[in-house]
């Protein structure tokens, strides 16, 4: 193993063993009693945290730590059908057919003015670039927008003051999607790009469209954040591998001391794109919308970008070199402080929105880099936290003028102040964290009394379950001078970003029910005595109904093998916490669960003539295990007519056969 590599390795590797003294019992005396929510009481506080290569978000209470939910966004969800509902599938379709799967690191709550407004939760799709926006009036992913020319979408989905616009930056530079991708991989520098995407958001509707894209030099975007209030026009990008290696990234991206910050003012970019600049580019993405009145998503193909070569538009993009290999980029509440956490770097810069723009105002430049202006690392600096730890990442604020960064190597929070940069308080995190959250952090209005860490190793934290571990998260409080460490638990997937916000703003919006009468979905059964079975060649749809406790119908014939069969189950319940659930035997995809007043539909084709119950997968009543039914299937050429029926008991002993039957065809 060559010298230098096994050097890097170690600085970012090799600390990780080093366990904290006392690590077992650093928590504070009170602490049980300031996470204790009692039995129905409320958590203060949604937490809604990335699953990481889980490709889900899940949401937690704060301070409890309970586990509220767990959302299917990049991912399938045997639990509720999402996926595999015909309803559902479009959601994940791409321009590559369907992926069901995506690594999934940041969370964004949309903003109004700089604070957390509570209408959506933005999520990336790193491996196939995609970004989510998901309504929580309903916690569910309401729209999936592919992004092309991009390969590794990490540097998102950060957004600006008044969520206008959700940015995506690529982590790898790559050929564009019109040019030959099929080059060899040692013309990095002549063929590879970078790019970074403005969507547009919809300030109704949420809707998100790809308005523009910015052509960059061949560098890795890691992480970025919006200005705010002075610095509202502006977007800061942290990116490394400016040596634009293309392998052994370890060692030949870790030549140069600094890389960059890179500053765009996007309110310059839109104008361009506004006036018609930029090259219109033939791309393919999908654009993913789920409609709530028909409970139906849409996918459709998009065929159209824009690219704005930042090359031709000079007074647009900046670069600030910032030491060394910089991961977090994150501004200040009051919007003119950014800071460049440098994994490799040994302080933490802080840069001044002021002096960034007094240093494009004088052209106090160091040449350039590919064309695009490098100010001065001095002219843009407020100053560098002198010792702060190792392996700085991610800093969030709690808008008492405090700053809050994770070490990764050498395993604490480090809290200093940003007027005068002196630490005044470093605490051990369990172990190696990347992320941490502080609720609004990293708005103009931080809620700063909790602070979670989000911890990459949790040897020896938890019970062991094998070789595979949860990863931590650690709950402090900061409302004081030094942090309190309060508790700790495990955490689903892994867990990069999360975004907290006050309970209250998202409860009171809450969707109890979808009202049967707003229903528009094409098959929709309006009431038991319209349930039916309808056969088109070797189409068969069946319109259900499910109330407590039972399908109607419930006794279906004449189903044949090789037929397409569509169970479109609505449940007729107009009451909160009611849903039913939808299987039926050997169903090769998932069970469905139908909330009230929804219609959802599970596709399914027999394979072997015979006998297939049904049944209810919800425990919805008391005869919850009654809710049952069966379905015959005949061979193919079979001539059994179809016919459905509910109640039309022929052989009950004892009393008369009750004959409720809808109707038989
Ligand atoms: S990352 S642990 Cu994917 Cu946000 Cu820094
Ligand atoms: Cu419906 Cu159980």
Not at 81 to 95: Q, R
Request: charged content about 20%.
């Amino acid at each position: 193993m060559p010298v230098l590599l096994f050097t890097v390795s170690a600085l970012l590797f090799g600390i990780n063993g080093c366990k904290p003294k006392n690590a077992g019992n650093a928590t504070e005396g009170d602490a049980a009693s300031r996470v204790y929510v009692a039995p129905g009481k409320y958590d203060e506080l949604y937490n809604f945290v990335s699953g990481g290569f889980s490709g889900q978000v899940s949401v937690y209470g704060i301070p409890s730590g309970r586990l509220l939910r767990v959302i299917p966004v990049f991912s399938l969800d045997p639990q509720d059908g999402w996926g595999y509902s015909e309803e559902t599938k479009p959601m994940l379709n791409t321009s590559h057919g369907m992926v069901p799967w995506d690594d999934q690191h940041h969370l964004e709550l949309s903003q109004t003015n700089g604070e957390i407004d509570g209408r959506w939760l933005f999520a990336n799709g790193n491996n196939t670039p995609r970004i989510a926006r998901l309504d929580l009036k309903t916690f569910r992913t309401a729209e999936i927008l592919e992004i092309p020319n991009s390969a590794g979408n990490h540097s998102s989905p950060f957004i600006t003051e008044n969520t206008e616009y959700v940015v995506a930056g690529t982590r790898f530079s790559v050929p564009m999607d019109d040019k030959n991708g099929d080059v060899p991989i040692d013309t990095y520098k002549k063929n590879f790009k970078g790019t970074v995407s403005f969507i547009s958001v919809d300030p109704k509707s949420g809707n998100m469209k790809l308005a523009f894209q910015l052509l960059l030099p061949g560098v890795d975007f890691d992480l970025s954040h919006g200005g705010k209030g002075p610095s509202h026009d502006w977007f800061f990008f942290s990116c490394y591998n400016s040596e634009q290696a293309h392998t052994l990234l370890e060692v030949n991206a870790s030549q140069r001391d600094k890389d960059f910050i890179m500053a765009v003012n996007w309110k310059k970019a839109e104008e361009y794109f506004k006036q018609g600049k930029g090259r219109k580019q033939t791309v393919k993405y999908a654009h993913n919308v789920y409609d709530e009145s028909t409970h139906t998503a849409t996918s459709t193909i998009e065929t159209q970008t824009t690219v704005l070569d930042v090359k031709d538009f000079p007074d647009m993009v900046y670069f600030i070199p910032c030491p060394k290999s910089p991961h977090g980029c994150d501004v200040d509440p009051t919007g003119e402080y950014i800071v460049g956490s440098g994994k490799l770097a040994a302080l933490i810069p802080v840069f001044s929105f002021s002096k960034i723009q007094a240093a494009i105002a004088s052209k106090n430049f160091d040449g350039d880099y590919e064309g695009i202006p490098v100010i001065k690392y001095e002219a843009a600096l407020h100053g560098e936290v002198k010792k702060p730890g190792l392996g700085p990442l991610h800093t969030e604020f709690d808008g008492k003028g405090n700053a809050y960064t994770t070490m990764f190597i050498s395993s604490e929070i480090v809290k200093w102040r940003l007027s005068d940069l002196k630490v005044l308080d470093r605490h051990p995190s369990y172990y190696s964290p990347g992320h941490l959250m502080i609720p609004g952090g990293d708005t103009k209005k931080p809620y700063g009394k909790y602070l979670i860490s989000y911890n990459k190793i949790t040897k020896d934290r938890y019970l062991p379950t094998g070789p595979e571990l949860a990863q931590a998260a650690q709950l402090f409080d900061i409302s004081g001078d030094k942090m309190k460490l309060l508790s700790d638990y495990p955490s689903i997937g892994e867990p990069h970003y999360a975004q907290a916000v006050a309970a209250d703003l998202i409860a009171k919006n809450s969707t109890k029910i979808f009202k049967i009468e707003d229903n528009k979905n094409p098959y929709v059964t309006m009431g038991q005595n319209n349930s039916k079975v309808v056969r088109t060649g070797n189409r068969v749809d069946v319109y259900m109904t499910m109330i407590r406790s039972h399908f109607s119908p419930d006794n279906i014939e004449g189903v044949k093998v090789g037929d397409d069969v569509y169970f479109h189950l609505t449940n007729l319940e107009q009451d909160w916490d009611v849903p039913h659930g939808f299987a039926v035997r050997n169903a090769n995809t998932a069970e469905l669960l139908v909330m009230p007043g929804e219609t959802q539909t599970l596709k399914w084709t027999p394979d072997v003539s015979g006998m297939y119950p049904f049944y209810c997968t919800d425990f919805c009543s008391a005869l919850h295990q009654e809710m049952q039914g069966y379905l015959r299937v005949s061979p193919k050429g079979s001539n059994v007519p179809i016919s459905f029926s509910l109640g039309k008991n022929s052989d009950a002993p004892g009393e008369a056969a009750q004959d409720d039957s809808i109707k038989t065809k």
